[in-house]
């Protein structure tokens, strides 16, 4: 039974990812299990490609059709773990997942009482979907759920008004869906910005901050953040909620142009 569910949720987004069709019912089962792991088993599903059409069914049923229709030409799915008495998906959610072969992302949240970015447990199944899915790039952080925080990966806005106050964060969070999700433009080295985690490769890494890269600029100066290897081709950049607004103003002092 899920108790004490929070406000916050905490949420990885891969972008860049490398879906090999062989792999689909891999990735499938890999995410149910996370699911599971989290005594949160889906209770709907969505699927595109392979004959189904993207409509969000009980889990149960889907999951039986897959196993006997087969994984091939599907091209995504969505699974969510509903809060209690929640009729609403893609808003109401304890844990959800979200896999697009199109849009080449992987986004899995969950909310903060579940488990919370920073923690060894969401950085567990961090390393796990970038050894499956080798991503180009990727962003942990949590946000308020009345936010939309798995909309916001792909560039959605939720609960922001698009006038007044609100609008230069909504038009930052537009911006990546028409730069990041459709022109892709992190593998030119390009960051949505800076969050508590920034999963990078040397498509960032090598890019300049004055005369210094940007991997250099991280490691020379412990306020910068903290820089470790997930595997030999991505690297964590770990920086303190706190330290984050120091953090992008070091940056556009320094005219690093790569920070959107």
């Known amino acids: 039974m899920l108790v004490n569910v929070s406000a916050e949720a905490s949420v990885i987004a891969l972008y860049g990812v490398d879906f090999l069709p ?3 019912m891999a990735y499938y089962r890999s995410l149910v299990d996370w699911f599971d792991l989290l005594n949160s088993h889906p209770d709907r599903i969505g699927v595109s490609g392979g004959g189904f059409n993207d409509t969000v069914s009980e889990f149960d049923v889907i999951d039986r059709q897959l196993m006997l229709r087969g994984f091939d030409g599907v091209r995504g799915f969505s699974l969510y773990k509903l809060t209690p008495g929640a009729t609403i998906p893609g808003y109401h959610w304890c844990v959800t997942a979200d896999v697009s072969a199109d849009d080449c992302y992987c986004i899995i949240g969950t909310h903060s009482s579940i488990a919370r970015i920073p923690s060894e447990s969401m950085l567990g199944i961090a390393r796990a979907l970038i050894r499956d899915f080798t991503p180009a790039y990727g962003i942990g952080y949590r946000r308020e759920m009345r936010l939309g925080p798995s909309l916001y990966a792909i560039g959605g806005c939720m609960g922001l008004q698009p006038w007044g106050a609100d609008k230069p964060e909504g038009d930052r969070i537009e911006r990546w869906r028409e730069q990041g999700i459709k022109q892709r433009c992190y593998a030119n080295g390009y960051l949505r910005g800076v969050f508590p985690w920034n999963f990078l490769t040397k498509s960032q890494l090598n890019q ?6 940007f991997g250099d600029w991280i490691l020379r100066n412990p306020v910068n953040g903290r820089l470790s290897a997930i595997d030999s081709r991505m690297w964590l950049w770990e920086v303190e909620e706190s330290q984050i607004p120091h953090v992008e103003s070091g940056l556009s ?7 959107l």
């Open 22 to 24: 062989g792999r689909t």
């Open 208 to 213: 300049f901050v004055g005369e210094e890269t």
């Open 253 to 259: 002092r320094l005219n690093f142009d790569r920070l």
